[in-house]
């Protein structure tokens, strides 16, 4: 049975990528938000049910993540992308001096200068000296680490602004990288953009942060693409490029794990163990957590027993909005209590977006919101398509993708830091706006 599950489950899988192919042919581009979104949830199952092929699985909880893709992707329909491409063609060209001017430029380096400084500052009401995180990184690091776990980090305005002011750098980051004229631009760009979640990853032993970063500067790239009307999702295939910037995001990832005691380790081995199980862990752990959950939600056998919970009204997928109200319903670190661990391959409590929203709405008002959320985020790309100088739907697109990639997490939603992103960007743009049309 276990072989049959994971069989029926990767069925369910290969179906969500059959069904980004399918919306690709009707539209004409993968740069659309279903195609984006199956596309990642292809990945986000069938790579951790294939690499952990012996770990069993409840191929029902594929078949609802399926059924959300196609509730998401139905959101696409009351839109004619026919028209909306052929008039993104027809504004194309000269649209990407927008995103390549004095302004912006002026604009990301004081955010990156900015961030820099918030992120020493908090860092130093942490207790951690600049003497430490110069010659001894692992050691302040690791109590970084401590503090976070012990719930014992000093929550200040600075550690807040360096998460915001880092998301909006590698967004104006993306922008700038597109449209620079030479190879060595583009790598100043690049590490200039990528150097607060860098340093968060490394001095804070916190992973998020760099991959989130990676979407966010991506989007920016897209948002260009789109307006230039290169509509495919990479110009062309060159290992190279990747390889440039996958090693040293590897590294540095490395790192972050390694600052959390490894590096007191002596033991080579043991190291490189303890490396593989944390990457299966954050990788993979994901979609054995939620099927296990969802397992015991619908009454059949689980690993774990869980707390049961009435429904919570879009408190786990709108937790930051919740708490502006007032709301103090506790949360422990990291949203969920319980931890899934299977023999010594993983141990991991991240549940993906998809518990919180069968808590919050439960099963038919899950699909009810993928469906609502599909329509908005495919309306805000019809009006990207349509309009010569976008803003608001600029920013949705951007956070879309942001939105996206946590889902195998949690909800993005949860976090102020995002809203306060979003809402900057916004003006940042609307501003840009104005000085583009000022200087022409």
């Known amino acids: 049975m276990v072989i049959i599950n994971k ?23 993968w740069i659309f938000p279903a195609c984006i979104f199956s596309l990642f949830w292809f990945a986000f199952t069938f790579i951790p049910l294939l690499c952990l092929f012996s770990v069993p699985v409840e191929p029902m909880s594929i078949g609802f993540i399926l059924v959300c893709n196609v509730a998401f992707s139905l959101g696409s329909l009351p839109f004619d992308w026919k028209l909306a491409l052929n008039k993104n063609i027809t504004k194309s060209g000269s649209v990407n001096k927008i995103y390549n001017n004095m302004f912006l430029k002026t604009i990301f380096y004081l955010i990156m200068i900015l961030s820099s ?28 680490a401590d503090l976070r776990y012990s719930e014992q980090i000093k929550i200040n305005i600075y550690g807040q602004l360096s998460l915001v002011f880092s998301y909006l750098g590698v967004v104006i980051g993306g922008f700038l990288f597109f449209n620079a004229d030479t190879k060595s631009r583009r790598v100043i760009i690049a590490i200039l953009a990528f150097l607060p979640s860098a340093f968060i990853a490394i001095t804070q032993s916190a992973k998020g942060s760099l991959p989130l970063s990676i979407v966010l500067f991506y989007a920016g790239v897209l948002i260009c693409r789109i307006s230039d009307n290169k509509i495919n999702i990479l110009e062309k295939f060159s290992i190279k490029p990747i390889l440039f910037y996958a090693v040293p995001t590897g590294i540095i990832l490395i790192i972050s794990f390694i600052t959390r005691g490894l590096y007191e380790i002596g033991d080579l081995g043991f190291v490189l163990e303890k490396l593989k199980y944390n990457f299966t862990s954050y990788s993979f752990g994901h979609i054995y957590a939620f ?4 397992s015991f939600r619908i009454g059949d056998s689980s690993f774990l027993n869980y707390n049961e919970e009435n429904t919570s009204y879009g408190f786990y997928t709108f937790m930051a909005l919740y708490r502006l109200f007032g709301s103090d319903k506790f949360v422990p670190i990291g949203v969920y209590e319980e931890y899934l661990k299977y023999n010594d391959l993983f141990t ?5 977006m998809f518990r919180g929203l069968l808590l919050d709405f439960g099963g038919v008002g899950s699909i009810i919101y993928m469906y609502i959320t599909g329509v908005l985020f495919h309306l805000s790309f019809y009006v990207l398509l349509f309009n010569k100088k976008p803003v608001l739907v600029v920013a949705i697109f951007v956070f879309m993708l942001g939105y996206i990639y946590s889902s195998f997490l949690i909800s993005v939603l949860m976090w102020n830091s995002i809203y306060i992103s979003f809402v900057l960007l916004w003006a940042i743009l609307s501003i840009n706006n104005l000085f583009y049309s000022y200087t022409q």
């Not at 099927?291 to 969802?294: L, P, R, V, Y």
Request: aromatic share 16%; proline share 0%.
């Open 291 to 294: 099927s296990d959950w969802f």
């Open 117 to 144: 400084i918030f992120l020493v500052l908090n860092s130093l009401i942490q207790g951690i000296t600049i003497y430490d995180l110069i010659f001894n990184l692992f050691g302040s690091a690791a109590k970084y």
């Open 7 to 29: 069989i029926i489950a990767l069925i369910f899988s290969i179906s969500i990528l059959g069904l980004s192919f399918l919306i690709r042919k009707i539209v004409g581009t």
């Open 348 to 352: 991991t409590n991240i549940f993906t």
